[in-house]
């Protein structure tokens, strides 16, 4: 963890308590793993091994973001920023809204994010959170082939998720991690369909959000309006597409596109 995050600016003070503790003695020697503890914990959370330590502490850090951040609308969603503008991307896991944050990443948009997208609920704006790209399965090849000069963590394989290896952002990306943008474009991705684009309602978009944050009702009327705002004025679209190539053709025909 201290070689990814080495590029990292130190914090002048902690958000947050993260510990990874031996899930018990006997667990020390016989098939070691790790438990996630910390400020806020999930009672029933299966411990894994220690060869997926970092994973492990990945969970526990967006653990204690989902369950203790308030300064912001949450969104699991990942986003990137072209000319001060930015391009939200939520959906499921496998959807493909990493990977494709990544690839755009390549092609001269900033990363912003691919966890959370940080909503600012009184200006409006995006604001970035550069954790470690979480790659899943097929996209860790094609990360390592669009990227080979980045820096990636071990490969672990046969987690909860299938094999998942980490890759550290782009420089600039952990730079600018102070500089947010104006949303412009909402998509709800979906990889391995044939292309396709539709338009997405603003009752099925806001719906789909709240869905998507993990904080919405604990901001209670701040979180309404401020998501409120985002649905009324960034058009939302959901898109399929069966190859990176493809999708990051789509994204900048659709980014061309906008008003």
Not at 113 to 136: A, Q, T
């Amino acid at each position: 963890m201290a070689a990814l995050y080495a590029g990292y600016p130190r914090p002048e003070y902690v958000d947050f308590t993260v510990r990874l503790e031996a899930a018990s003695r006997l667990r020390r020697w016989l098939r070691p793993s790790v438990a996630i503890k910390g400020d806020y914990m999930l009672p029933d959370a299966a411990p894994l091994p220690l060869s997926q330590g970092l994973l492990a502490a990945e969970m526990a850090m967006n653990l204690q973001v989902a369950l203790g951040w308030r300064r912001h609308l949450l969104l699991h969603a990942s986003a990137v920023e072209r000319d001060g503008r930015v391009l939200v991307m939520t959906g499921a896991s496998g959807s493909g809204k990493s990977t494709l944050a990544a690839l755009l990443s390549c092609r001269g948009w900033r990363f912003l994010g691919d966890e959370f997208v940080l909503l600012d609920p009184l200006s409006g704006d995006i604001m970035p959170f550069p954790r470690l790209i979480s790659l899943k399965n097929s996209a860790i090849a094609a990360m390592e082939a669009a990227r080979p000069d980045a820096l990636f963590g071990p490969l672990m394989r046969d987690t909860p998720k299938g094999d998942i290896r980490h890759m550290v952002p782009p420089a600039d990306a952990i730079a600018r991690m102070g500089e947010g943008g104006r949303p412009a474009l909402l998509l709800f991705p979906r990889f391995g369909e044939p292309r396709a684009v539709r338009s997405v309602a603003a009752g099925e978009t806001f719906m789909r959000l709240t869905q998507a944050s993990t904080n919405y009702v604990a901001l209670g009327e701040a979180g309404f309006t401020a998501l409120t705002r985002f649905v009324k004025s960034v058009p939302s679209l959901a898109i399929d597409y069966e190859s990176g190539e493809e999708a990051i053709a789509l994204v900048e025909q659709l980014w061309g596109d906008r008003p």
